[in-house]
């Protein structure tokens, strides 16, 4: 056998191997086997028939509040920015000026986000429009009179965006379905939070962390580590046990955790009844595959994205949110001081957990398939969505 017909063979036993856990009931889940994680084949599978096709989350949109404001971008290698016309519409551009291939918006030079009138390549000043009717169209190149060129004709591709519940989405297939309709009923059940009028006030970002990208969606797709991983920060308010984990299938899935209640009997596993019956404030998880969960509390919110940037690294961005006036009440400098650490602190737990897995994944010879708690069900159910996508 050529390299590649051994590569080709690898991934097509891989396959097999996800068709057949994809099939199993959660009672006898199987985690994927370690090769999943490390392989560059099912990593270029996966760009493919998933990441390339998907629609994505990439940012919240007031981090593109007005006429102008731009946001760089980099998804898989596509080097993209996400623009705000004079129409207030929004645009994800490709960056890649069309006279010789330039980053309009080189990070070596230009800040990650900010204001412009048009985008003009520091390389000869190509010049492109922001205006959606013609997107990315060139509005000017000095010194090509003298040749046959097709000014009106050149323009930056663009590809397609949504905006739902006040994220920027993104799909890379002009031929995709729009997201709205597969996302509709997520929506009935966040329609009581409307996080469309939240406001993003920090985002950060992890880049290159070095573990594969479904190592970092799994561990945010279950709140059974915070007994663990989060035994000092999240586990004595938000419990992992006490996670009620919802019966999603397909692309999203929800889960809820009670803040821990000083009044509940203590002494066993599992939920325990309230002395007023009242709804329990606490966390409702959401994810959207293949790389978004957002978590929202009764005052505030985290969003977190994921994107891949080969088969063992990923970038991490989180966003915190909170409810519109918020920012403007008194005191509140001081309480994002908190959420900034909390958030950095949270994260910084997660990822002694990615690097840690991703060491045991990459171990030779590979350790055999791990199990499942019922509270993994969305590891399941996530399986169950890569087999669609994958198979
Ligand atoms: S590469 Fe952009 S103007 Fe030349
Ligand atoms: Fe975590």
């Not at 000869?124 to 097709?150: E, S």
């Not at 955790?257 to 998880?285: A, K, V, Y």
């Not at 977190?304 to 400098?333: N, S």
Request: glycine content about 8%; charged content about 25%.
């Amino acid at each position: 056998m050529t390299l590649d017909q051994t590569k080709a063979e690898a991934l097509r036993e891989m396959l097999a191997e996800l068709r057949r856990l994809a099939a199993l009931p959660l009672e006898r889940g199987q985690t994927l086997p370690p090769h999943a994680y490390t392989s560059p084949e099912l990593y270029e599978w996966e760009v493919e028939r998933i990441f390339r096709r998907e629609w994505l989350c990439v940012a919240r949109a007031e981090e593109i509040p007005q006429p102008g404001s731009y946001l760089r971008l980099d998804v898989l290698g596509t080097p993209l920015v996400i623009t705000r016309d004079e129409e207030g519409e929004l645009h994800a551009l490709s960056r890649v000026c069309r006279h010789r291939f330039m980053d309009l918006l080189p990070p070596e030079t230009v800040p990650e986000q900010g204001c412009l009138k048009r985008l003009t390549c520091p390389y000869h000043t190509w010049t492109y429009r922001l205006n959606g009717q013609y997107a990315g169209q060139l509005a000017g190149a000095p010194l090509m009179q003298r040749v046959d060129f097709d000014q009106a004709g050149c323009r930056l591709p663009a590809h397609r965006v949504e905006v739902w519940n006040g994220f920027v989405m993104l799909n890379l297939d002009p031929g995709a379905a729009p997201a709205a309709p597969e996302l509709h009923e997520l929506d009935l059940r966040l329609s009581g939070h409307n996080i469309a009028d939240w406001v993003s006030v920090h985002t950060q970002t992890w880049e290159g962390v070095p573990a594969n990208w479904k190592v970092a969606v799994e561990n945010g797709s279950e709140n059974y580590h915070h007994m663990g991983t989060h035994a000092a920060t999240l586990e004595p308010v938000l419990p992992g046990r006490d996670t009620e984990v919802h019966e999603c299938d397909g692309r999203w899935f929800t889960m809820f955790t009670p803040l821990s209640d000083p009044e509940r009997d203590d002494t066993g596993p599992g939920r325990h009844p309230r002395s007023d019956q009242g709804p329990r404030p606490g966390m409702l998880i959401a994810g959207i595959f293949p790389q978004f969960v957002l978590a929202l509390l009764p005052d505030s919110a985290v969003s977190i994205r994921w994107l891949p940037t080969g088969p063992a690294t990923h970038d991490t961005r989180i966003t915190a949110m909170v409810p519109p006036g918020v920012p403007d009440t008194p005191g509140f400098e001081e309480q994002m001081v908190g959420i900034r650490a909390q958030i950095a602190r949270i994260q910084e737990e997660d990822l002694v957990a990615a690097r840690g897995v991703q060491r045991g994944l990459a171990s030779h010879p590979a350790p055999s398939n791990g199990r499942f708690s019922h509270l993994e069900r969305p590891l399941w159910q996530f399986q169950r969505y890569l087999a669609e996508r994958l198979l």
